[in-house]
């Protein structure tokens, strides 16, 4: 065998086999033995047909069998030969096979890409001193407490703050917005709506507007919609509601006290007051440790150089795309919009694909060098605290990870988890005061 190795692209290579005739005369010879074993033709017990006779009755389909095998034999031989780490096979063209001649054929792959590297012990990091504070904690129970509001009817005028119950429709430019915008009902039209009287709770101006209403009150409202508003027909266009007000209701809070905090499953108010902090402060230390972690990616990253399979960053690419897509449009995005910025979508996607896929490349190879691996029993927890949040039975859903490909993505996220761990465990962090990172999380 005769093997050259050409570079034609990042992590892309041009394998050209060149196989000399006595080496593909003995894969003919193995071929047509195993023929002539299994051949059944009329007039002979099976195995015992004449070779001549097998040849000439199964000669294409020799041909191509033996073809398949040289190829396969030899690909496998040329990779272990130049110690290439392929990723996948890209294309295969074949040259002609016949017995008692040469054959050449190539082979399109895309291997690892190769590169020494960085030094990733002490890599420098940032942590703010923050602590859980009573502020904080005055806060989150005021959400708490939201939580728990109580919204009677009241015989008064509405006041900021009040909840009205409306009915409205809308029109833009004298025509309907349901002719203009069909997809966004609930902009055109809707029954029994909660308005909450806050700035900026609905549409822009719209809550503002309705101060002093009382119920039975009919109102025009005069919305303008921003020029970068979600539903592109409507956008920087101005539109006119017509509101009927059928109640006005007013916010109650609950009172901070040991009753309200039973209401959330604590025995007392000073109790709740502990659970909220801890509850914080968990948020907080994950906060923190999202931010560590960030900060230490990219300085790994900005420490190494080297190209990347495209292949595998088109695809990256995509799932960032489809996730983007997917996010924007539960928080309401029209398709409109989203069409609008498709070029700083894809640019986004694109870039973030890329750091992913080098990343991935380097903690593979720490993992490698550091003998980090993942467990039986970590893999297993994992697959469980997947399946409870799937909401089912751990059999199921590991048999679905199983013929979907998914548990080596799932044990391949767990690798790079422990090698983060291993990277912030030897990492030089500096603490900085609260307010010192820009983006902490970034």
């Given at each position: 065998?005769?093997?050259?190795?050409?570079?034609?692209?990042?992590?892309?290579?041009?394998?050209?086999?060149?196989?000399?005739?006595?080496?593909?005369?003995?894969?003919?010879?193995?071929?047509?033995?195993?023929?002539?074993?299994?051949?059944?033709?009329?007039?002979?017990?099976?195995?015992?047909?004449?070779?001549?006779?097998?040849?000439?009755?199964?000669?294409?389909?020799?041909?191509?069998?033996?073809?398949?095998?040289?190829?396969?034999?030899?690909?496998?031989?040329?990779?272990?030969?130049?110690?290439?780490?392929?990723?996948r096979v890209l294309n295969v063209e074949e040259g002609p096979c016949?017995?008692?001649?040469?054959?050449?054929?190539?082979?399109?792959?895309?291997?690892?890409?190769?590169?020494?590297?960085?030094?990733?012990?002490?890599?420098?990091?940032?942590?703010?001193?923050?602590?859980?504070?009573?502020?904080?904690?005055?806060?989150?129970?005021?959400?708490?407490?939201?939580?728990?509001?109580?919204?009677?009817?009241?015989?008064?005028?509405?006041?900021?703050?009040?909840?009205?119950?409306?009915?409205?429709?809308?029109?833009?430019?004298?025509?309907?917005?349901?002719?203009?915008?069909?997809?966004?009902?609930?902009?055109?039209?809707r029954t029994g709506y909660w308005v909450e009287l806050t700035p900026g709770s609905f549409l822009p101006g719209f809550a503002e507007q309705l101060i002093g209403v009382k119920a039975g009150d009919k109102r025009s409202v005069t919305v303008e919609f921003p020029p970068q508003f979600h539903v592109a027909p409507l956008a920087g266009k101005k539109a006119v509601y017509e509101v009927e007000v059928?109640?006005?209701?007013?916010?109650?809070?609950?009172?901070?006290?040991?009753?309200?905090?039973?209401?959330?499953?604590?025995?007392?108010?000073?109790k709740l007051r502990e659970g909220v902090r801890a509850d914080l402060q968990n948020e907080l230390n994950q906060k923190v440790k999202r931010s560590i972690r960030n900060q230490l990616v990219r300085a790994l990253l900005d420490r190494v150089s080297f190209e990347l399979p495209e292949s595998l960053v088109q695809e990256e690419t995509r799932a960032v795309v489809y996730d983007i897509v997917s996010d924007s449009q539960q928080l309401g995005v029209s398709k409109e919009?989203?069409?609008?910025?498709?070029?700083e979508i894809y640019a986004?996607?694109?870039?973030s694909a890329r750091e992913r896929v080098k990343a991935a490349f380097l903690f593979n190879k720490i993992a490698e060098r550091?003998?980090?691996?993942?467990?039986?029993?970590?893999?297993?927890?994992?697959?469980?605290?997947?399946?409870?949040?799937?909401?089912?039975?751990?059999?199921?859903?590991?048999?679905e990870l199983q013929e979907s490909g998914g548990l080596e993505r799932v044990a391949e996220e767990l690798l790079h988890q422990q090698v983060l761990d291993f990277l912030q465990e030897h990492a030089r962090i500096e603490d900085v005061p609260p307010g010192t990172l820009q983006q902490p999380d970034a």
């Open positions: 065998m005769n093997l050259t190795v050409q570079d034609i692209g990042p992590c892309k290579k041009l394998l050209t086999f060149e196989i000399e005739a006595e080496a593909v005369n003995k894969v003919f010879d193995e071929v047509e033995h195993q023929f002539q074993k299994e051949a059944r033709l009329p007039g002979f017990r099976p195995g015992k047909a004449p070779r001549d006779l097998v040849i000439r009755r199964f000669s294409r389909e020799i041909g191509e069998e033996a073809k398949q095998k040289i190829i396969a034999d030899y690909y496998k031989a040329g990779v272990k030969e130049k110690n290439l780490e392929v990723l016949s017995k008692g001649q040469s054959m050449q054929f190539t082979v399109t792959v895309e291997t690892k890409p190769d590169f020494e590297l960085p030094e990733y012990r002490a890599l420098p990091a940032k942590r703010e001193l923050r602590v859980v504070t009573e502020q904080d904690i005055d806060g989150a129970l005021e959400v708490l407490r939201q939580q728990r509001a109580q919204f009677p009817v009241v015989d008064r005028p509405a006041a900021q703050g009040d909840v009205v119950v409306v009915n409205y429709t809308g029109s833009c430019e004298g025509r309907p917005i349901s002719e203009l915008a069909p997809a966004s009902r609930s902009l055109a039209q059928t109640e006005v209701r007013e916010r109650v809070l609950p009172p901070l006290d040991d009753e309200f905090a039973r209401s959330w499953d604590a025995e007392s108010l000073e919009t989203l069409e609008r910025q498709k070029d986004y996607a694109t870039r550091e003998g980090i691996r993942v467990s039986p029993e970590a893999l297993q927890a994992r697959v469980a605290t997947l399946a409870r949040a799937a909401d089912k039975p751990v059999q199921q859903f590991l048999k």
